[in-house]
């Protein structure tokens, strides 16, 4: 008997310089023939890339034919204006939003809403979802959240996105299948009955990957950090990275996930590599045995 291949997500990041605007279409262009059931443009701190964001969304949309969903925060905005730009998303078409409550900006230590803005995601979710115009994603942490009180209190604080009008999870990255696979059980428990869907970080730069790990308060495994020692030593971290996610991505598939969402940091190559080792091919989906 055969099942179909999980359905693939890529995220991308708007560019802020012309270097940077030829990474994200090379990126689009890459991945793209992999026919992703979604793509995903993120905001930058503190809202700063709010109209690169929106540029970036309807760029691809429009000429790539692919669903986009843009990201859309809480912060920097009243709600006045947070609702105008989702409605200008949804006049160019992009019924698809990511809803999160969003990072500071930089030199802040901690999240302020704007004083006649969203107090956080939950109230952000709730009044996209009145507006009847739009499929809802959030984030969730299979790792406590930097801000957590407890790793439930993740849980509840995602049950209470999903009660709002979230139709989907998608998690923050990691690196061993059964951090995903705790908290996937755990959401169950709690009722939560929505998609959970795994990030997925192809790992580019090992360095890189640790302070992003760090930053997001993702545990890495000690036999992960001596065997990336060791393949650094010998020249083989690109060979690693790829074995690392691949594995890491067979495990979720063994395990009946359905979807994979890459964090490609605008960098294709690894991330290309990966599902084609998956047994992905452009523009031809396989069956998984």
Known sequence: MTRPAPQLSFEFFPPQSLDASFRLWDTVQTLAPFEPDMVSVTYGAGGTTRELTHDAVKAISQNYGLTVAAHLTCVGASRAETLAIAESYAGVGVRNLVALR???????SGF?????GFADSVELVAALAKT???????????ERHPEAASDHA???WLKRKVDAGASRAITQFFFEAETFLR??????????EVPIIPGILPIVSWDGARRFAARCNA?????L???FAHAIRDGRERLLALTQCSV???RLIEEGVSDLHFYTLNRPEMTQAVCETLGYAPERRRQVA
Do not use: N, S, T
């Open 102 to 108: 969003g990072d500071p900006p930089q030199g802040v």
């Open 112 to 116: 302020v809403p704007h004083p006649d």
């Open 132 to 142: 009847g115009k739009f499929d809802i994603a959030v984030g969730a942490y299979p």
């Open 154 to 156: 993740d849980i509840d």
């Open 183 to 192: 908290f996937r059980d755990a959401c169950v428990a709690a009722g939560i």
């Open 219 to 223: 545990h890495v495994p000690a036999k």
């Open 225 to 227: 950090e001596e065997a």
């Open 248 to 250: 890491l991505c067979e």
